[in-house]
């Protein structure tokens, strides 16, 4: 219950902070690192498939 509730906090704080305009150069990093993360994560799945 708290953690649902501070999930939606934190969300909803995020989507406050939203409406100033992002950098186009922080978004490219974000991006960068979420798909390297998304790439790390399939390689480990990978590995403990085989």
């Known amino acids: 219950m708290s ?3 501070s999930n939606s906090y934190v969300f909803s704080r995020a989507m406050d902070a939203e ?3 992002a950098d186009p150069v922080d978004t ?3 991006l960068i690192v979420q798909l390297f993360l998304l790439a790390l994560a399939g390689l480990i ?3 403990a498939v085989i």
């Open 3 to 5: 953690t649902r509730y």
């Open 19 to 21: 409406p100033r305009p």
């Open 28 to 30: 490219r990093v974000t």
């Open 45 to 47: 799945i990978a590995l």
